[in-house]
């Protein structure tokens, strides 16, 4: 066991509230005052108040609250600057709701524990805060299952710009690659874990960001790019010719295709 791991079976977890409403933080507060191996040290909204926090006594652990959709995206970025600044302090996400998404992109910000706000106990919240500091990762069978499939997941084709950047996401790279692969939007949210209306919706996102209006073209401009970046052409560069001029010499036309579906 590391000496920092084992120094704290000899004193409490220090515990660092982060992006909490400001009632839940005092709930929480009130509630850890009867556990005496659990010291809350500060509570802030941002990762860069954390450095403040260091010097009143080094957190262990730091709380990090989220919610649903654009809070959960807030949340990912902070805990992917305090890995960056602070690699010592161990996170646990404290969430309302979590999608299969947001589970994933939690644990790869550097996330070491999960725990759903909306339906646990303390004893469970105090457990996962001691477990954590030990050094373990914290999560449900259901979570850790959603994190081995997405070790799984399909390649991606990377589209990039004439600069080299990425010109789509990476859940809309492996969308697309999975669209060149014949998949339809079913077989899409099945092998993704996605629901069929969330497919759709990247699907139009990716046809918005190519300039395409259908799948068949969406595919074919993904194709044609990674051939000419193969050949050593300069990337991008499919995306100075119109679409139609690209469809018309391949003898193709998007009118026979539906756009979604």
């Known amino acids: 066991m590391a000496e920092g791991t084992a120094r704290l079976t000899d004193r409490p977890v220090n515990l660092v509230l982060v992006n909490l409403a400001e009632i839940t933080a005092d709930l929480l507060r009130g509630a850890l005052e009867d556990h005496r191996d659990i010291r809350i040290v500060g509570s802030i909204r941002a990762a860069t108040e954390l450095q403040r926090v260091l010097r009143g006594g080094s957190p262990d652990v730091a709380l990090v609250g989220a919610g649903s959709g654009k809070e959960n995206e807030t949340a990912v970025l902070l805990i992917e600057q305090i890995s960056a600044a602070f690699p010592s302090v161990r996170q646990i996400v404290f969430a309302q709701q979590m999608e299969n998404e947001d589970v994933v992109a939690f644990f790869r910000a550097g996330a ?33 299952d959603q994190l081995v499939r997405s070790l799984s997941l399909p390649r991606s084709i990377n589209i990039v710009n004439q600069l080299g950047d990425s010109i789509l996401s990476k859940r809309e790279e492996q969308v697309l690659h ?15 874990s996605l629901s069929e209306h969330t497919v759709k919706n990247h699907l139009f996102r990716i046809f918005d960001k190519l300039g395409v209006s259908s799948r068949i073209e969406a595919v074919l401009y993904a194709v044609s790019q990674r051939e000419q970046r193969l050949a050593g052409s300069r990337p991008g560069e499919m995306g100075n010719r119109p679409k139609s001029d690209e469809m018309r010499d391949r003898g193709l036309s998007s009118k026979a295709h ?3 579906a």
């Not at 725990?115 to 500091?133: D, E, Q, Y």
């Not at 060149?180 to 092998?191: H, I, M």
């Open 112 to 144: 070491r524990g999960l725990i759903c706000s909306a339906n646990t106990r303390l004893a469970l919240l105090v457990k996962s805060i001691r477990c954590v500091a030990m050094g373990q990762i914290w999560a449900n069978s259901e979570q850790l």
């Open 178 to 192: 999975l669209l060149a692969d014949g998949l339809s939007n079913r077989e899409l949210a099945k092998a993704l």
């Open 258 to 260: 539906s756009k979604y």
